[in-house]
Nanobody
Framework: EVQLVESGGALVQPGGSLRLSCDAS?????????MAWVRQAPGKEKEWVSA???????RYADSAKGRFTISRDNDKSILYLQMNNLETEDTGVYYC????????????????WGQGTQVTVSE
């Protein structure tokens, strides 16, 4: 059974930083897969935040550009999201997911999902 396990979520003040991790060690051929971080804010639909291809190419949603950095450790099968200068609008559940199609990162573009980790940005 494939399990993606996110960790690193926490309560943080605006301007703070967090690093999220996604353990994908049960995912077959992690290094051959495109991966992404998707978040869901309270009362809103899921939206992609950042994605990384198997060759290392990256994409960021406009809201994440300049503040978030996605990376991957293919040897350890771990996906990371470094989040700096956090804003209250970044509050939500952050999911790790495999990407099935790269061009249009709507929710249907993703395959396997983790259970999510809560990020709360508040004073």
């Amino acid at each position: 059974e494939v399990q993606l396990v996110e960790s690193g979520g926490a309560l943080v003040q605006p301007g703070g930083s967090l690093r999220l991790s996604c353990d994908a060690s049960t995912l077959n051929r992690f290094n051959w897969r495109d991966m992404a971080w998707v978040r869901q804010a309270p009362g809103k639909e899921k939206e992609w935040v950042s994605a990384i291809r198997l060759n290392g190419d990256v994409r960021y949603a406009d809201s994440a550009k300049g503040r978030f950095t996605i990376s991957r450790d293919n040897d350890k099968s771990i996906l990371y999201l470094q989040m700096n200068n956090l804003e209250t609008e970044d509050t939500g559940v952050y999911y790790c997911a495999t990407v099935r199609q790269w061009v249009d990162l709507r929710p249907s573009a993703f395959g396997y999902w983790g259970q999510g980790t809560q990020v709360t940005v508040s004073e």
